[in-house]
């Protein structure tokens, strides 16, 4: 049977490893599909194990996952000259496209005019978001 | 001299006690001025001491906000027969208002149309604030 969850094929590295930013022990960062042109570095942070909902996500884990998004976050000044960040998460959200545990960290700019949800349904080229995976890298790794 | 920082403010409790919805040992629970009238019970979880991003923030004390996060998410069902929650954090973002590190808890409900920011800017009743902290505590406390 196949495996229906995209960000579960990425956590199992079956899928679009070289867009993923990071891995910890349980957790790994991977760019966003959609990305803003204002906003360069868009990723989410998501537990390898499928959940769901913060408040259905074991406690440890749960801490690993924003531990994580504390890191990204702190990194987004170097990665992208980024003046700030914008923190994202959906809970059973109605409308909500994918329902494994993902928090976005938006790199912000001044002026940037940030919206959520994206107006564009646009899938970014894959070549910007290697690019964007390799900037986060030197940051990160 | 005056404390400029309105959650510098309500940690303290030297304002707005009666909208506190709950406090642990270094966080408060707060009911946001600005109120979606399709998203009953939006609130803010803050440390008492003032912080300004997640990666400036002891990590002792950002667990205790994320437990507390999750704690809200999880009762947003009980407390307003939500669907699901969004959870919403700015870290020195163009445009931020108050830079005390604030998580927003946004109770969902289907056909919403949940956008962000909130485009109305006006400040919500007091009596109506005041209902949604009653209607949280009824459930968290």
Same mark, same amino acid.
């Given at each position: 049977? /196949?495996?229906?969850?995209?960000?579960?094929?990425? #956590?199992?590295?079956? *899928? +679009?490893? +070289?867009?993923? =930013?990071?891995?910890?022990?349980? =957790?790994?960062?991977? !760019?966003?599909?959609? $990305?803003?042109?204002?906003?360069? @570095? $868009?990723?989410? &942070?998501?537990?390898?194990?499928? %959940?769901?909902?913060?408040?259905?996500?074991?406690?440890?884990?749960?801490?690993?996952?924003?531990? !994580? =998004?504390?890191?990204? /976050? @702190?990194?987004? /000044? *170097?990665?992208?000259? *980024?003046? #700030?960040?914008?923190?994202?998460?959906?809970? +059973?959200?109605? @409308? $909500?496209?994918?329902?494994?545990?993902? =928090?976005?960290?938006?790199?912000?700019?001044? @002026?940037? #005019?940030? !919206?959520?949800?994206?107006?564009?349904?646009?899938?970014?080229?894959? /070549?910007?978001?290697?690019? !964007?995976? %390799?900037?986060?890298?030197? &940051?990160? $790794?």
């Amino acid at each position: 049977m /196949s495996d229906p969850c995209p960000f579960c094929a990425i #956590g199992a590295v079956k *899928a +679009d490893e +070289d867009l993923v =930013v990071l891995r910890t022990e349980h =957790v790994f960062v991977t !760019v966003t599909l959609k $990305q803003r042109p204002a906003n360069p @570095g $868009q990723v989410v &942070v998501c537990p390898v194990a499928h %959940a769901t909902t913060l408040h259905s996500t074991e406690p440890a884990l749960l801490r690993e996952v924003f531990d !994580v =998004v504390t890191r990204v /976050s @702190g990194a987004a /000044s *170097a990665a992208f000259q *980024a003046v #700030g960040t914008t923190i994202h998460n959906n809970n +059973d959200a109605p @409308g $909500q496209v994918i329902s494994h545990l993902h =928090v976005h960290v938006i790199p912000r700019f001044a @002026g940037d #005019g940030l !919206v959520i949800p994206n107006p564009s349904n646009e899938t970014a080229p894959r /070549s910007w978001r290697l690019e !964007v995976a %390799a900037r986060w890298r030197r &940051v990160l $790794q």
